[in-house]
């Protein structure tokens, strides 16, 4: 899973102490990341970042975070993966030659030969990154086409006193020194209407989620927090946020070629869910599926199955109350596919018993019920 967290004050003396502020912020997201921690600061801008790692791919320190690239202009946090990073590997030299199999370290090496946008639209992949350009002394922020990974930006504290915080979860945040940011009320009401908060509101006033296919950029200096929401497009003094990738706009580039029958569509589909299956089953530690017996996890596990030489191992949460009940069907669909299936069921003790703890593993108001069975089962 991974998670990072980091700060630009405006001015000097903000913080006082940055090594034991970064490892303040680290240590409340240790749960995202128990393999590995990591911290790096520009002392002269008095940028932060802090790092904890969950190891998936490239076990050694060789995928150790914040990592410095190659040519040593930037520095970068990445949470999330790039499938497709063994194939762009072929088109890059990095300085000195590749030090892992890490695809940050990929990216990194794209940053430099490619430019930033141009490496992200090569990608196949699900991330939240913190960029630093230290030859540009830019700070980049950069979220995956649909949203995959979180991230969260925002200000805190008052004129000379205002810090930049960004982070994987509002609790990194919420442990900078000095935060007080009272709870948004327009973030309250839309969590009202939908029943969580949408992007790119956050729970707290001044802080706000970085909406999808995004970037943002700060580009020198800390400004005041703006009136209202940044969207993409919008600018803020030296804050800027553009849309590195658009659903619209690949829409519209593709409704001039429909495919010609049901039957393409089909074959098309089933290619593309393949290909995507085959790519996000590389890793260097074991692999399971979630399976719910409907048919997105059910077809995720159905190919994973006819890609892999062993069973694969699938997972179950079941329920006392029987119409809440979907591991009868789950069990169905993993003897169809012979996988290695487990089950648990959930108790309404148990239930009962993650209920107070849900306010501190979402930082913000959040009403699907689903919730508690993921936590049990990753939790098992």
């Known amino acids: 899973m991974c998670g990072f967290s980091g700060f630009w004050p405006r001015s000097e003396g903000v913080v006082r102490d940055s090594d034991a502020l970064i490892a303040r912020m680290s240590w409340a997201i240790t749960h995202r990341g128990p393999d590995d921690q990591g911290a790096w600061s520009d002392r002269g801008e008095g940028i932060g970042f802090g790092f904890r790692r969950l190891s998936v791919v490239e076990l050694s320190q060789a995928g150790h975070q914040p ?65 630093w350009d230290k030859a540009e002394k830019k700070l980049h922020l950069i979220r995956d086409r649909f949203g995959k990974k979180p991230l969260y930006y925002g200000w805190t504290g008052q004129g000379d006193n205002t810090s930049f915080l960004f982070g994987s979860e509002l609790k990194s945040m919420v442990a900078f020194t000095g935060f007080n940011n009272p709870v ?42 703006p009136s209202s929401v940044l969207r993409p497009g919008a600018a803020h003094d030296s804050i800027k946020i553009v849309r590195w990738w658009s659903l619209k706009s690949v829409v519209e580039r593709t409704a001039g070629h429909p495919l010609g029958s049901s039957e393409e569509a089909s074959i098309r589909l089933e290619e593309s869910l393949s290909r995507s299956v085959k790519l996000q089953s590389i890793a260097d530690v074991p692999l399971g599926a979630f399976l719910s017996g409907g048919v997105d996890s059910s077809t995720a596990v159905a190919l994973m199955q006819k890609q892999s030489m062993s069973k694969v191992k699938t997972f179950t949460i079941g329920f006392e109350d029987a119409s809440f009940d979907e591991s009868p069907y789950a069990g169905a669909v993993a003897r169809h596919h012979g996988t290695d299936h487990h089950s648990f069921l959930v108790t309404y003790k148990e239930v009962q018993e993650v209920i107070p703890l849900l306010p501190n593993m979402f930082d913000e108001p959040f009403a699907d019920s689903s919730q508690i069975p993921t936590h049990l089962g990753a939790v098992w």
């Open 67 to 131: 990592m410095l690239s190659s040519g040593g202009r930037f520095v970068i946090m990445f949470n999330g993966e790039v499938y497709n990073h063994m194939e762009l590997r072929a088109d890059l030299s990095p300085l000195g030659g590749w030090r892992g199999t890490s695809d940050t370290e990929t990216l990194l090496a794209g940053f430099e030969s490619w430019g930033v946008i141009q490496t992200l639209e090569k990608t196949v992949c699900m991330f939240a990154i913190a960029l």
């Open 184 to 225: 948004s009320q327009c973030a309250l009401t839309q969590y009202m209407r939908f029943t969580y908060v949408p992007a790119p509101y956050s729970i707290y006033k001044d802080v706000y989620k970085l909406e999808p296919g995004c970037m943002l950029t700060v580009d020198g200096f800390i400004p005041n927090s």
